[in-house]
């Protein structure tokens, strides 16, 4: 046995509990907790792999960028409601339950599979300078499309906002400024 | 090397850091009382211990066994965790940066950072964005209006901050070509004119745009807001006593000690510094003598803004993160980019 099953199975059972606590729980916070507690873990994992670049973004832009704004809506909207329980879906269980079950018979077909995997030890795939190289070098053109298209959305969404039938609405202005230079820095990223 | 091996090593790192953060947290809390004391002429602590240096070890004892008072109206479990989440992340950042040279045990090198990772500096700012959540959670879930508000206020400012600092590392990463603490120390190495330290000071709006965001993101004055007495009684922690307070307080000035070290490494040359030709019984302990000399340099600045300056309005707060400090960290990568890359490259017209 050694250290890294060890931390495997830690985080593994983490992130499963955490997504137990995202469907189970009935305050929405508490999801959002849950939610954070799985991305956390994911970036464990991915440390696991030697991609410690993924890691770290996976916590800078999930963790701390992505659920700090969910968490923020989620506080400010709906502090003391409870959701509603009615399940509007007819058959909505049984569905559930074939689904369920098509997932799982995947996941083992999945297991069953010989996958190829990266030869690991000799060169880690996920140093900042390999996807630097790649990003910057290989991928450059839909790199940058993908800024264009990210900050597009950005200046769309910020213009549904505050234009709204030709009319300039004033109080979203004094809003809160921190949504869209987030959208952007996710962009640029 | 086995993996046991590291796995041991890696722990006792742990404790250590664990325990030299306290440690330094129980002078920084001393010296920041003196400081003040001193800047206000008067005399700070003096009854415990000479110069009341045992004053912060009184008070956490205090604190320990004073009784836990939790509100009825609380979120019990998030209560619970969130000043343990306040600490977490101030620990783990100090887990990265190097306090002194790397020695040699046996046949293995050891660096004195808890982890010399690859990609310390991203580390570190995304442990810095995990700490919003202490403030939200406390906030929130102490079902309370002013812990609300303070901790609505605290993100904000965090959030904002944030990206100028993220923003302000950038130059330092264009520059030495890495992202890991302990390279960034390496480039910084030798001297100028054989007394100067070739540090990365010539970044120096990099070095001040960090810095005034490094107190902003510690919630500290002038950038306080957060626990406005006269406005919001004592922010996101107003509901927390005993030794859960404690928690925070800890945290807050761990996070004081972290921004200082921090800028030491990036800026200030990290534990680089002269010798004078000492003999290796003191030679070895000198690089963290340096370190720590300057840090406290830096620590002694935040309680210098603190003692002198006013706190900011709320407006004024997020005009000057969003409308000053990102626009010229902006201007400033773009200009120290086209610098470099002519260092680099040469002009473009040879």
Excluded: C
Aim: net charge negative.
């Amino acid at each position: 046995m050694n250290p890294e099953l060890v931390v495997f199975i830690v985080f593994a059972a983490a992130a499963l509990a955490g997504a137990v606590t995202l469907v189970a729980a009935r305050n929405p916070v508490y999801s959002a907790m849950g939610l954070l507690l799985t991305m956390v873990s994911m970036a464990v994992f991915y440390v696991l792999n030697d991609a410690h670049f993924v890691a770290v973004v996976q916590v800078l832009i999930y963790a701390g960028a992505v659920m700090t704004l969910f968490l923020f809506v989620i506080m400010l909207i709906g502090v003391d409601k409870e959701e509603s329980r009615e399940e509007k879906i007819p058959y909505q269980r049984p569905i559930v339950a074939v689904l369920a079950g098509g997932l799982i018979m995947l996941v083992f077909l999945a297991g069953r599979t010989a996958w190829v995997v990266f030869d690991n030890g000799v060169t880690p795939v996920g140093t900042i300078e390999n996807i630097a190289d790649e990003l910057f070098g290989t991928w450059m053109l839909p790199f940058q499309a993908t800024i264009l298209l990210l900050t597009i959305a950005a200046v769309g969404s910020l213009a549904l906002a505050l234009y709204q039938g030709g009319a300039r609405v004033e109080s979203a202005l004094a809003g809160e400024p921190e949504d869209e230079p987030a959208a952007e820095s996710g962009g640029g990223e | 090397m086995s993996g046991w091996e590291l796995f041991f090593e890696a722990a006792i790192k742990a404790v250590a850091v664990f325990a030299l953060v306290l440690v330094t947290v129980i002078i920084l809390v001393w010296f920041e009382r003196k400081v003040v004391a001193d800047m206000q002429n008067r005399l700070g602590p003096m009854r415990a211990g000479p110069w009341g240096i045992l004053q912060t070890i009184a008070d956490g004892v205090k604190l320990i066994f004073k009784e836990p008072v939790v509100p009825r109206k609380v979120e019990y479990a998030l209560y619970m965790v969130a000043p343990i989440a306040a600490l977490v992340p101030a620990i783990l950042i100090f887990m990265v940066i190097p306090i002194g040279e790397p020695f040699t045990l046996g046949d293995r090198v050891i660096n004195l950072a808890g982890a010399d990772l690859n990609i310390g500096l991203l580390y570190i700012l995304a442990m810095s964005s995990v700490a919003v959540y202490a403030v939200v959670l406390a906030g929130w879930a102490s079902g309370s209006k002013y812990p609300l508000l303070g901790s609505v206020r605290a993100s904000a400012q965090m959030i904002s901050y944030e990206a100028a600092m993220g923003l302000a590392l950038v130059p330092v990463v264009m520059f030495t070509g890495t992202t890991s603490m302990s390279k960034i120390v390496d480039a910084q190495a030798g001297d100028f004119l054989g007394f100067l330290g070739v540090w990365n000071i010539i970044l120096i709006p990099s070095f001040i745009i960090f810095f005034i965001s490094g107190v902003a993101e510690t919630n500290r004055a002038p950038f306080d807001l957060v626990e406005a007495e006269n406005e919001i009684v004592g922010g996101y922690h107003t509901e927390y006593s005993g030794f859960r307070f404690a928690l925070f307080f800890l945290a807050e000035y761990a996070n004081i000690f972290n921004i200082s070290a921090i800028t030491v490494t990036l800026f200030l040359g990290g534990w680089h510094g002269p010798n004078f030709g000492a003999p290796d019984w003191i030679a070895w302990a000198l690089p963290i003598f340096w370190f720590m000399a300057k840090s406290f340099m830096l620590v002694f600045v935040f309680v210098w803004i603190r003692a002198s300056l006013p706190r900011m309005r709320y407006d004024q707060l997020m005009a000057f993160g969003w409308k000053k400090l990102i626009p010229v960290s902006l201007l400033w990568i773009v200009l120290s980019s086209v610098a470099i890359a002519v260092r680099r490259l040469g002009l473009p017209w040879t």
